[in-house]
């Protein structure tokens, strides 16, 4: 299986954190949206090992919420000593409900209203990443409108092309995101965040893409980082800290190999200490930013199937009771991912199959020509890796209601997120 927290069971079903996805679609209906919380709660301990071993403990993984939010994820993060990152005023809101320290979070974003940056500094939140120039000028104002000091990092292109799909590359110098290092922007950021009252610019930010497999971007991504700070040290501008955001890729499929992320963590932290000694730079305290690999594999969606309909020579649909409503990600970039039948996870795989979902849009799709075990109408379909950038890209498109999330431990299922209702959709309408 793709992820550790899945197995089969002797009735030949899925299992997730030790619950049988087929008992769990009857108790809670479907769509479901599943996650085991020991996978995430791993997942954080093992980029919190790899600081305190390669780092000796001077860093701290942020969990980029962006990829699942909701109140729980932030009371495991909490508990887990992470600190977290957050890109809208809603994300923040939530973080805050949940009772996560307001001094772990970073405020991301290429266009934070003023509203929202007003609440960050009402709420004392840690550290907001700065991405342009109007930002810094109103940032400073806030801060002398309210009687307050604002740590900042900037946002900096270091212009990497982290070979992953062009939507979600951003490290380039052609991004909506962040101050370009080769036209000057950045050098003119940093002149600017270090004069301007209020502001205390303590650290520089970059984050080159997502899903990426290769090493070789995150160390070069690091080393242009470290190479600007050392420039700014010598025109008298001492940064401190540095975030290396984060884009580790999961595996989706099964050809897909992803190196261990321990392996990210010191290929980098070689890189970092090397360049460190050779521009006789003090080590920056370390952030870095998973998102996707944190809650990415310890997810699933379970769904009912409905008509299975042959077109001969052309392809077998089987349609499911969700589909681009609850996972937008194949419709938006054919994204990939392996798909079970959940009640016959025992049997072989050779039922090639396109999985569609049910609303009105031909390209509503989950996978295309994709090998599952044999199914028909009433099974459980399982898709796999679904943990991170489903349910935060949910929507009620055609009027769906999102469905329920329920967090697995050790076998015991609860509800984390409530599905909608019929009212909920209505909720707003006058
Ligand atoms: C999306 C994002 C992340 C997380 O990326 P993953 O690929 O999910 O690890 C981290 N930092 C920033 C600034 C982001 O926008």
């Not at 699942?68 to 809208?88: L, N, P, Q, T």
């Not at 990426?212 to 190479?227: G, H, K, Y």
Request: negative net charge.
């Amino acid at each position: 299986m793709i992820s550790t927290c899945l197995d089969v069971n002797e009735k030949g079903h899925l299992t997730i954190g030790g619950a049988d996805t087929v008992d769990l679609a009857a108790a809670y209906g479907t769509p479901l949206y599943v996650m085991d919380e020991t996978a995430i709660r791993e997942a954080c301990r093992s980029y919190k090992a790899s600081i305190d071993e390669f780092y000796g403990g001077k860093g701290l993984p942020l969990y980029a919420s962006k990829a699942f939010c909701c109140k729980e994820i932030y009371r495991i993060m909490a508990e887990e000593g992470m600190g977290a990152d957050v890109v809208s005023g809603g994300e923040l809101y939530t973080a805050l409900a949940a009772g996560f320290p307001a001094d772990k979070i970073f405020f991301h974003g290429n266009n934070k209203t003023e509203a929202e940056l007003k609440l960050a500094l009402e709420k004392n939140v840690g550290t907001i990443v700065a991405d342009n120039m109007t930002e810094l000028h109103t940032l400073s104002r806030l801060a002398a409108e309210m009687g307050r000091r604002v740590r900042v990092f900037l946002r900096i292109k270091p212009g990497i092309d982290a070979h992953t799909h062009n939507f979600i590359r951003t490290g380039q110098i052609d991004s909506k995101f962040g101050f370009a290092l080769e036209t000057g922007e950045a050098e003119e950021a940093a002149r600017l965040a270090h004069s301007l009252s209020g502001l205390e610019l303590v650290g520089l930010h970059c984050h080159i893409g997502s899903q990426i497999f290769e090493l070789d971007p995150f160390c070069l991504a690091a080393e242009v980082m470290l190479r600007f700070m050392a420039r700014l040290q010598k025109e008298g501008i001492q940064i401190k800290e540095l975030n290396l955001g984060g884009g580790f890729g999961i595996r989706y499929k099964e050809e897909e190999h992803p190196q261990p992320y321990h392996a990210f963590m010191e290929k980098v932290a070689g890189t970092v200490a090397a360049t460190c000694a050779a521009e006789k730079l003090e080590t920056p305290y370390i952030y870095i930013e998973p998102g996707r690999s944190i809650v990415g594999p310890a997810g699933i969606t379970l769904y009912t199937v409905g008509a299975v309909k042959d077109i001969p020579g052309v392809r077998t649909y089987v349609s499911i009771d969700g589909g681009m409503t609850d996972n937008p990600r194949y419709a938006l970039y054919q994204a990939g991912y392996e798909v079970i039948t959940a009640n016959k996870a025992g049997k072989p795989r050779n039922f090639t199959v396109t999985v569609a979902g049910k609303c009105c849009e031909s390209g509503d799709l989950i996978q295309e020509n994709t090998k599952i075990q044999y199914c028909e109408p009433g099974d459980i379909l399982a898709v796999l890796a679904t943990g991170a950038y489903n349910y935060t890209m949910s929507s009620n498109y055609n009027r769906i209601c999102r469905p329920p999330v329920v967090m697995v431990k050790d076998g015991e299922a609860r509800v984390i997120v409530k599905g909608e209702t019929y009212e909920d959709l209505c909720r707003n309408d006058m």
